[in-house]
């Protein structure tokens, strides 16, 4: 046998040695791991307790307030109250989606007219603009104040939203999703998300998708009720809200 050659394999064989982890080494690898599997389940459990309770209690303090509102949208124009559409959750799962009605009854037939106002741009993805005359005289109220949003508070109930979390999409904005942009749907949505408390409908749909993003790799149960308590400032301002 070549000296030579025999002397390089054992090297290579020393080498492949040093390089393996050693017991103790898997072993600690394996507890990391175990410990941060149960660090990512006890703060879901946690968020979703917090779910449960809040929204359980507002739903129970806003009861008359929600009756006062549906009154004042059916005495407008005698339409329905509510509004309800298919908004796409976690992994793509569509749910139905409850709203005040803010606008006239028609207002998606209307849509097609105002196409050109849109104050996202040219990208289509998602439709906004100021000044919208599809709205009505309370509608104007309740999108100001997010009383609009409120009956949501439902969905975060049955678990198809979260309080926090990127805003559920319509299906016809998931369509037109890049591959970066589906990353909005690796987490429950949500009622609130740092876009929202950052200026609205003012932030354009990347920036939305980047602040998204960022919330889902940084999310925690701190950064929840920082976010929580910035919604009532936003709120109060009205900032971005048309």
Partial sequence: ?????N????????????????LQQRLGQLIKLRLWRLSAQAGGLIKRMIDIIAALCALILLAPMFSLVALLIKATDGGPAMFWQV????????FTFPKFRSMVVDAEALRLKLIQSNQHGDS???????????????????????????????CVLKGEMSLVGP??????????????????????PGLTCTWQVSGRSEIPFDQQCRLDIEYIEQ??????????????P?????????
């Fill in 167 to 188: 805003r559920p999409a319509l299906v016809s904005e998931v369509e037109r999703y890049s591959l970066d942009d589906r990353r909005r749907l690796d987490i429950t």
């Fill in 219 to 232: 999310q925690s149960t701190r950064h929840d009720i920082k976010l929580l308590l910035k919604t009532i």
């Fill in 124 to 154: 289509g993805v998602t439709f906004k603009i100021k000044r919208d005359p599809r709205i009505t005289w309370i509608g104007r109220i309740i999108r100001k104040t997010s009383i609009d949003e409120l009956p949501q508070l439902w």
């Fill in 1 to 5: 046998m070549n000296p030579q050659l």
């Fill in 7 to 22: 002397r390089d394999s054992q090297a290579l064989l020393e080498l492949e040695t040093r390089l393996q982890p050693s």
């Fill in 87 to 94: 908004r796409v959750g976690k992994w793509g799962k569509p």
């Fill in 234 to 242: 936003a709120v109060i301002t009205g900032r971005g809200a048309y």
